[in-house]
């Protein structure tokens, strides 16, 4: 008698039976459940050795990478989730429209950009440990005149904090595709990573379309902004997270106690609110400055929410305003943006 094709719950995809064993293993993210069981009573669980060898495949591909890498390099980041019940229908787009804007507008050679999605080969599946080590390589041996970006497209969540360093008591944290089995990855994790090792003459810009978002980095300064365009810095951290001298931006969907959305008001086709606005943003408006950027984008936000409300009551409700902290304060409205 056949068997159902079973999926994988982490990433949707076929799960193949493992020889000899009375296990499946997905061929792409490597979960392992229990052989031909029905979903709801499935024994979910991760193999060591399957993992090391993913990652290490991984990491030698990185390596593989040419040391001159230029002065500018990216990694960009969608998770759609397939087979979750809060599938992110936009994420793909929303990364195939940043990759087009940082190659053609923004100068970046494709061969610098690193794309993580579920429609890439194994080595490139945003796993928990593939997006590690993607961050990993996005700062290693970067010098002075440097720029680099990180953009994220997918779920993000709130975790109690566990070491007294955020003033709500709570981490934000990215859900990568295998969340459920892995984890998620901390702020805390994702500060070390990519905003502590930044040497003097060196820019990350942090481009975050996720919910929770705020304070994604655990930059020490939070820019508020009233109504009128006056703003302030906010010390942000309880602690000291800044960088080895260079400067660290994030752009981020909202504050950490609102909800992002992916929407079809702007075009027609999902694409994230904070995506569409940035992008749309750069390609539009000359001689940019942080403050300009940032007020653009806001307008264009609150635009959308306005149509998506006629249509949806409920949606009024839910207020999302693009954020801006930095590891520096600056003047945002003099300051010059360049990526």
């Known amino acids: 008698m056949a068997t159902i094709a079973q999926r994988c719950n982490t990433c949707g995809r076929t799960l193949v ?17 229990l052989f031909n069981q029905k979903i709801k009573g499935r024994v979910l669980f ?28 990216a990694v960009l980041c969608g998770i759609t989730y397939n087979g979750h019940r809060k599938k992110l229908e936009a994420s ?48 290693r041996g970067c010098q002075p005149g440097d720029s680099l970006m990180f ?9 109690p904090d566990e070491d007294g360093d955020e003033i709500d008591g709570y981490d934000e944290a990215l859900c990568p595709l295998d969340y459920r089995v ?13 905003v502590a090792p930044l040497p003097h003459g060196v820019t990350l810009h942090c481009v975050v379309d996720t919910c929770f978002s705020g304070t994604l980095l655990d930059l020490p300064y939070l820019c508020t902004i009233n109504r009128d365009g006056l703003y302030k810095w906010e010390e942000h951290q309880l602690t000291n997270k800044g960088t080895r001298g260079g400067k660290a931006v994030c752009i981020s969907a909202c504050a950490d106690d609102q909800i992002s959305a992916d929407t079809s008001a702007f075009t027609g086709k999902a694409i994230g609110a904070l995506t569409f606005s940035f992008i749309q943003t750069i390609e539009n408006e000359s001689k940019l400055t942080y403050g300009a950027l940032l007020t653009s984008m806001r307008k264009k936000v609150n635009h959308a929410q306005q149509v998506v409300s006629r249509f949806m009551p409920c949606a009024s409700s839910m207020l999302q305003e693009p954020q801006l902290s ?4 600056f003047e945002i409205y003099s300051e010059p943006l360049i990526i």
């Not at 991984?58 to 040419?66: A, I, V």
């Not at 892995?182 to 990519?194: K, S, V």
């Open 92 to 139: 793909v787009h929303n990364v195939r429209s940043m990759q087009q804007l940082l190659v053609n507008k923004l100068g970046f050679p494709n061969a610098s950009i690193l794309v993580l999605t579920e429609e890439s080969d194994r080595s490139r599946i945003p796993t928990k440990r593939n997006i590690q080590a993607a961050l990993q390589w996005l700062v």
């Open 46 to 73: 991760r193999i060591g050795q399957f993992i090391n060898a993913a990652a290490n495949q991984y990491q030698h591909e990185l390596q593989r990478q040419p040391s001159n890498r230029g002065k500018k390099r």
């Open 151 to 159: 953009y994220y497209a997918g779920h993000a969540s709130q975790i």
């Open 326 to 329: 930095s590891s520096k304060r």
């Open 182 to 194: 892995a984890g998620a990855i901390l702020d805390d994790e994702i500060n070390a990573t990519i």
């Open 17 to 33: 039976k493992m020889p000899g064993s009375q296990y499946e293993i997905c061929p792409v993210c490597h979960t392992v459940n």
